[in-house]
């Protein structure tokens, strides 16, 4: 006998507080985005760097082994915080964040709009923090597994390879450099992705959006260079903003001419602008004034 | 008393859309009513916290409007008018969703989703995407995730709407039966009339932002005022213009019967002095039962 037959029952449990709210809009977004044509594909293509990385760290220290294959190249595996550099500010590595975030990313709120279900989270016990902190957190799984984790895991394959803890005696600094700039970038992304997520509810828009803008501040930035000479014009490029303020994360010579924190500004006012935005447009009910 | 507001007050830039409205709503079925822009939407999302009156107070289930949102939000379904989902997602999913974000643990959520859309009449279909679902599979999936975690409270906003007469039917009788639960308070806002008088045992008409009528239907019908159903012989325009004079509202029908509000302080036998008067005879004088659509057409002064 199925319960309509029977008529209405009640819950014999309890509602409880949780601690963390937006746990459940996590997790479903985690769910829904494995579900999604080709995420499973792109997530593993983007972990190939970590391992070619991770082998390169196995490599380094047995070199000798190895030297038939390398013949004066030795430099390209000294595992130094530039290693750590060219593996979390690589081109590859961000295009593929990107790609992520044009799957995983650009329904997260836009779908919410398109189908009215915000109206249906506000009106459970969840604050519009609670719910920007589980859209975003979507994000920040997958950036942190692309950045955080094989970070970390690099600097305690070193140490496991080489045996001794010079590695870490030599840059103490960089287990923090690894957190601060992968908790960096993936917080800019997140802050990207839900302000574009938030301007349209046609997802698709949205991911074009995410794409382009990636892509074509860093043409605009190519060909005003080629033309100009000019470093600065490394501002218009998103790409080349992570890489300037990740130089200054890994205590390294910034990339371009121009002091790391003008980079460090741009990518800020990105933040500024998606909470003004994301203020606006999230929100149980549209009010037409 | 699921409800007490006082003196609420909400304006949309220069446009008033509650204006001083008090009330209290008693236990039960209520039925909220009222033309477009008569402020119904806006008193529901303010009683759920979506908007901050910008005067007045209030309480739901005890909690204040202003200082106790969210556990306001824990006890209390809300359906909305609109299709709303979560392109794909399968309705157990959905709904356990829900539950789960008011506070339900995950298990629990899940096996109450299943009995939920048993309840609502989706058993079967409760695996499909919901983007595969007709418009009145989406209103019964609403109402399984309005109660899917047992409220006290249900807000429901046009439950109806969209519907063909048998889902139409079916809905109500699922409304009908969770407010026979005496635990379970409703609140309908509606445009259909009847489906107020079906299920809700009260009342509240606002008009304009202010609050026109409010109490249990069958005293809303006898106090305020008489309906008669008149045949005349004779001049009957000149009739007709007597009985607007006396403060009456007079309808028409096809087949020439009049149906006359009469105010509950005329005396009757003003009607006949009236015909009389007018060189008429009456041929057929019986008190009517009013329906809800004559107490909504005369509270908010429309025909």
Redesign the interface.
């Known amino acids: 006998m199925t319960i309509r037959e029977k008529g209405y029952a009640h819950w014999e449990g309890q509602l409880r507080e949780r601690r963390f709210p937006w746990t459940p809009i996590t997790w479903l977004g985690i769910r829904l985005a494995f579900k999604k044509k080709y995420f499973k594909f792109i997530i593993f293509s983007s972990l190939v760097p970590a391992v070619v990385f991770l082998v390169g760290i196995y490599i380094s220290e047995r070199i000798e082994d190895f030297q038939s294959m390398f013949r004066g190249n030795r430099q390209l595996l000294e595992v130094n915080p530039a290693y750590f550099k060219t593996y979390l500010c690589g081109d590859f590595l961000l295009f593929m964040m990107v790609m992520i975030l044009v799957v995983s990313g650009a329904g997260l709120i836009s779908d919410d709009l398109k189908h009215n279900s915000l109206q249906l989270y506000f009106a459970r016990p969840l604050s519009k923090r609670d719910y920007l902190l589980g859209k975003a957190n979507v994000i920040v799984f997958f950036l942190l597994l692309l950045t955080l984790i094989p970070g970390l895991v690099f600097i305690i394959f070193k140490l496991l390879f080489a045996g001794n803890f010079q590695f870490l005696a030599s840059y103490p600094w960089l287990p923090l450099s690894v957190i601060g700039y992968s908790l960096f970038v993936t917080g800019f992304f997140c802050a990207y992705t839900l302000l574009l997520s938030s301007l349209s509810k046609n997802r698709r828009y949205v991911s074009i959006l995410i794409f382009t803008v990636y892509l074509f501040s860093d043409i605009l930035f190519g060909f005003f260079y080629e033309n100009y000479k000019n470093p600065a014009f490394a501002l218009i490029s998103l790409k080349a903003n992570l890489q300037q303020v990740g130089s200054w994360f890994f205590r390294l010579k910034p990339a371009y001419a121009f002091p790391w924190y003008w980079s460090l500004l741009i990518l800020l006012a990105f933040g500024i602008a998606a909470a003004l935005v994301l203020n606006k447009k999230v929100r149980g009910v549209e009010v037409v004034k | 008393m699921i409800a007490e507001i006082s003196d609420l007050h909400f304006s949309?830039?220069h446009?008033k859309a509650l204006d001083g409205i008090s009330l209290s709503l008693a236990e039960g079925a209520i039925g909220l009513l009222g033309p477009n822009g008569a402020g119904k939407s806006t008193l529901l999302?303010i009683l759920?916290?979506?908007?901050a009156p910008q005067r007045g107070q209030g309480r739901v289930l005890g909690y204040d409007i202003r200082l106790e949102q969210?556990?306001i939000?824990?006890?209390?379904?809300?359906m909305?008018e609109?299709?709303?989902?979560?392109?794909?997602?399968d309705a157990v999913?959905f709904t356990a969703?829900?539950g789960?974000?008011?506070?339900?643990?995950?298990q629990?959520a899940m096996k109450?989703a299943h009995?939920?859309l048993?309840?609502?009449?989706l058993?079967e279909s409760r695996y499909r995407l919901l983007e595969t679902y007709s418009a009145g599979m989406k209103q019964r999936l609403k109402l399984a995730?309005a109660?899917v975690?047992?409220p006290k409270l249900l807000f429901l906003d046009e439950p109806t709407s969209n519907l063909d007469p048998q889902g139409r039917k079916e809905i109500l009788e699922?409304i009908q039966?969770?407010s026979?639960?005496k635990?379970?308070q409703v609140l309908i806002s509606s445009h259909i009339l009847p489906d107020i008088e079906l299920v809700c045992s009260e009342v509240v008409i606002l008009n304009k932002g202010r609050l026109a009528a409010q109490g249990k239907l069958s005293e809303l019908r006898e106090l305020n005022y008489l309906l008669y159903e008149i045949r005349v012989k004779g001049e009957g325009e000149g009739f007709i213009s007597r009985m607007r004079a006396l403060g009456s509202r007079v309808e028409e029908t096809e087949d020439k019967l009049l149906r006359v509000h009469v105010p509950a302080e005329l005396d009757i036998r003003e009607i006949f002095r009236a015909a009389e008067e007018e060189k008429c005879q009456v041929r057929h004088f019986v008190r009517s039962q009013t329906s809800l659509e004559d107490l909504f057409a005369r509270v908010v002064g429309v025909d």
């Open positions: 949309y830039g446009i999302r759920l916290g979506f908007l969210p556990r939000r824990r006890h209390v379904g809300y909305p609109d299709d709303c989902l979560i392109p794909g997602m999913t969703h829900f789960e974000l008011s506070g339900m643990p995950r629990e109450r009995d939920v048993f309840y609502v009449g058993g995730q109660i975690h047992d699922l039966d969770i026979s639960k635990d379970i």
